[in-house]
């Protein structure tokens, strides 16, 4: 069954450095989507993606935040000046279209140290 | 808003033994319903989805869950849990109209022997 994949599956980076997480999608959905699970809480919406746009965003995905679809496989979240509450769990998901289940890589746990 | 509740933080239940998990969700419209189950190191599975029409839906894993309209409701149930059932449990609601899912704070499932 195809997957999505998330690299890498644990990154470790110093408070206020940039940290790009990547994704690659299952191939042929076209909607796709960060969300992320501070330890402890709910998992969280941060913004989902379609046809080279947002299409919709939480109040979390503020400036310090960024997505991008750079080629046919990839998607990636950029974080830049990192901070202590960025420490997380981040999921990639992505959807063959809007109305059907989203699908869920198996996260990037990130540590800001 | 959205919103999603589940009322029970961990349950513990016998090998062989029944197994339901409450779900209810805050939504003005006619929600889309979701089970996810996280086992440990590991990304969220999709258990099973309500979209519309029969209202017992069967998942994955033996798993089946009723959408209650007049309750709210959207609680998962097994007959006879396995040892590998032990993981963590989110419900979430989406909608037509809205690209992200809610989830619930999740339902830590321990089985003993």
């Known amino acids: 069954e195809p997957e999505v994949t998330q690299t890498p599956s644990h990154q470790v980076t110093q408070m206020g450095q940039e940290v790009i997480l990547r994704c690659v999608p299952i191939?042929?959905?076209?909607?796709f989507y960060w969300y992320r699970q501070i330890l402890g809480q709910k998992v969280e919406f941060l913004v989902s993606?379609?046809?080279?746009?947002?299409?919709?965003k939480s109040e979390i995905f503020d400036d310090q935040f960024s997505v991008e679809r750079p080629d046919g496989s990839n998607f990636t979240l950029k974080i830049r000046s990192t901070k202590l509450e960025d420490s997380a769990m981040y999921f990639c998901?992505?959807?063959?279209?809007?109305?059907?289940?989203?699908?869920f890589g198996d996260g990037t746990r990130l540590s800001i140290l | 808003a959205q919103s999603v509740t589940q009322p029970d933080i961990h349950i513990t239940v016998s090998e062989g033994a029944s197994l339901e998990l409450r779900c209810n969700y805050s939504?003005?419209?006619?929600?889309?319903l979701f089970w996810y189950v996280q086992s440990p190191g590991q990304g969220l599975q999709l258990l099973l989805k309500?979209?519309?029409?029969?209202?017992l839906v069967q998942g994955i894993k033996g798993f089946e869950a009723e959408f209650k309209r007049s309750q709210s409701s959207f609680n998962l149930r097994k007959p006879s849990v396995h040892w590998s059932d032990a993981a963590e449990y989110f419900c979430?609601?989406?909608?037509?109209?809205?690209?992200?899912?809610?989830f619930g704070a999740g339902t830590t499932v321990t089985v003993r022997a």
């Open positions: 309500y979209f519309s029409g029969d209202t």
């Open positions: 191939s042929n959905h076209l909607y």
């Open positions: 939504y003005g419209a006619t929600p889309y």
């Open positions: 979430a609601v989406g909608a037509s109209n809205d690209y992200k899912l809610s």
């Open positions: 993606f379609y046809n080279n746009e947002i299409s919709e």
């Open positions: 998901a992505s959807s063959l279209i809007k109305d059907q289940p989203q699908h």
